[in-house]
């Protein structure tokens, strides 16, 4: 949208809302600066994850061990009043050599390529050489087959995130916003045809449903994938475990790269979240 281009007052007040309609509470992540260097059990994206040596590790239909996509250590979210765990290390592991960063386009909950662990207690005697003596590949090491370059340390905040057009069940309530606002009836699949093309981005911009983040609601460059799905499996992934966008620095250098600068997006179910049982999260990622 033009720098210089002023929405009108009804795609304001519409746009207003629907945040109303829709403003839930979502934790959103940001990369730390590079000086900040992530320990074993810091929350961060790619690096050397934790691990109970008293455990199997993760590894592939092949047998080779996976790489630490990201790391979420709950301690430091226990701050904010919401529905996460208040301790424990919750990993996201991908496997070293598929060009699909081991997403199953047929079974996307299987867990062959991609891997959720979840430590409940955790062992501060675990050294980094007892880990790296795993001899496992870091994903910042394996460009080729990883959508992150640089180890990144993560600190977050708790904001309010908004329902964007790219979620199943926009239209609906697109619809009830018009509505509401202007008193106009519109057509099922008209929600790109109601503005005009500078109000229309004007939406995207405020609705976009981007960055990294834990709940709140995904954002997609395609479309949403549990449109594809029964109504019953769709509710069921009603939560967003962990969303990573790409993500590149204000010099332009790729920290995190989803094919042609896509977002990737982890569900479960919230019932499932407050048990902290991982065992069927849906993995999902595209671009344009």
């Known amino acids: 949208m033009s720098e ?37 059990f810091d ?40 529905d996460l765990p208040k ?45 790296s003596g795993l001899d496992l590949v870091r994903a910042e090491e394996n460009e080729e087959y990883s959508p992150v370059y640089f180890e990144a340390a993560l600190s977050f905040r ?29 057509e099922d699949g008209c929600i790109y045809s109601y503005f005009d093309e500078g109000d229309d981005s004007y939406m995207y911009d405020e609705l976009s449903g981007l960055d990294h983040k834990i709940l709140g609601y995904p954002g997609f460059i395609q479309a949403d994938p549990r449109e594809d799905m029964s109504e019953e499996e769709m509710r069921y992934y009603d939560t967003v475990l962990l969303q990573i966008d790409s993500d590149m620095s204000e010099d332009g250098q790729d920290y995190v790269l989803w094919g042609d600068c896509g977002i990737a997006n982890f569900f479960m179910n919230r019932e499932a979240l407050k048990k902290k049982d991982f065992s069927n999260v849906l993995y999902n990622w595209d671009c344009s």
């Open 4 to 40: 210089t281009y002023q929405p009108s007052e009804k795609a304001v007040k519409i746009i207003e809302k629907i945040k109303e309609m829709t403003a839930t509470p979502a934790i959103f992540i940001e990369r730390k600066d590079d000086k900040t260097k992530p320990s074993l």
């Open 43 to 82: 929350s961060k994206f790619g690096g050397l994850p934790y691990w109970d040596m008293n455990r199997e590790y993760p590894t592939d239909c092949n047998g080779k061990k996976m790489m630490l996509l990201a790391q979420i250590n709950f301690s430091d979210l226990k701050e904010f009043e919401i």
């Open 87 to 131: 301790e424990g290390i919750l990993q996201f592991f991908i496997q070293t050599d598929d060009d699909v960063f081991g997403m199953d386009f047929d079974e996307p909950t299987s867990q062959k390529g991609f891997r959720i662990v979840f430590h409940e207690t955790i062992d501060k005697n675990v050294t980094s050489e007892q880990v």
């Open 158 to 186: 708790l904001g309010t995130d908004y329902m964007n057009p790219s979620v199943a069940g926009f239209y609906d309530v697109f619809a009830q916003a018009v509505k509401t606002v202007t008193g106009d009836e519109i």
